[in-house]
């Protein structure tokens, strides 16, 4: 697409089960990027993925977070066991390897 | 540790108005600045970046001058459009062209009435 996709746009769960949210990054963009935007708080990041180098996981809150790239283009991150404090809006943006970022619209995430 | 902080938002205005979206930051050395912004129902995109002290960035009637003297980055449009209603975030990068590294604001809430 023309675009960075993600989805779900909107996941309610409940506390305790594992969600994945998907990130399609724009086709030829080989570094990708997801960032989680707390009530209050400024984007903070979680994790890089830059071509087949090891990914930069150094901003992943616990290890409960989780993320993979697959073929150099879709993401998936997971959660497991959710907490009331993942509650956020996730997003994800892709660049060149220097570059402008592009961001989606971001998939809200509302644990019970 | 690095750190941006904007004024709270939200903002309200009247269409061609002038916006101010105050912006300051705290770094070690020189950063570079930016501005993105976020339309209702879209992601964030860049509107503007400066990456050296007196450095001026601009876009879509949008400026922003980088000032060591007063580490202030501050938006500025001279005559507002109901179309500019959106969040607004100032971030800075200690290293240019990593996003890892950004360092970024609340975000600015502005709305525009016609």
């Known amino acids: 697409g023309a675009g960075v996709s993600q989805s779900p746009s909107n996941k309610v769960t409940e506390k305790g089960k594992d969600v994945e949210l998907r990130c399609d990054p724009i086709?030829?963009?080989?570094?990708l990027y997801w960032y989680r935007q707390s009530l209050g708080q400024g984007l903070e990041f979680l994790i890089y993925?830059?071509?087949?180098?090891?990914?930069?996981k150094s901003g992943l809150p616990s290890d409960r977070f989780s993320a993979e790239r697959t073929g150099g283009s879709v993401s998936t991150l997971t959660i497991q066991r959710t907490q009331q404090e993942d509650s956020a809006v996730y997003l994800c943006?892709?660049?060149?390897?220097?570059?402008?970022?592009?961001f989606g619209e971001g998939s809200r995430l509302t644990v019970l | 540790g690095d750190s941006v902080t904007q004024m709270e938002g939200p903002v309200t205005l009247s269409e061609e108005a002038f916006l101010t979206i105050n912006c300051t930051y705290t770094a070690t050395g020189y950063p570079s600045l930016f501005w993105y912004v976020q339309y209702p129902g879209e992601g964030l995109q860049l509107l503007l970046k400066?990456?050296?002290a007196d450095d001026k960035g601009s876009n879509k009637g949008f400026e922003a001058t980088y000032r060591k003297e007063t580490t202030s980055f501050h938006l500025e449009k001279g005559s507002v459009q109901v179309s500019d209603s959106a969040v607004y975030f100032c971030?800075?990068?200690?290293?240019?062209?990593?996003?890892?590294?950004?360092?970024w604001g609340l975000g600015t809430s502005l709305a525009v009435n016609p």
């Open positions: 943006a892709s660049s060149y390897p220097i570059g402008e970022l592009f």
């Open positions: 971030a800075l990068s200690r290293n240019a062209g990593n996003n890892r590294k950004l360092i």
């Open positions: 086709s030829g963009h080989t570094a």
């Open positions: 400066a990456t050296k």
């Open positions: 993925f830059q071509g087949n180098s090891a990914p930069d």
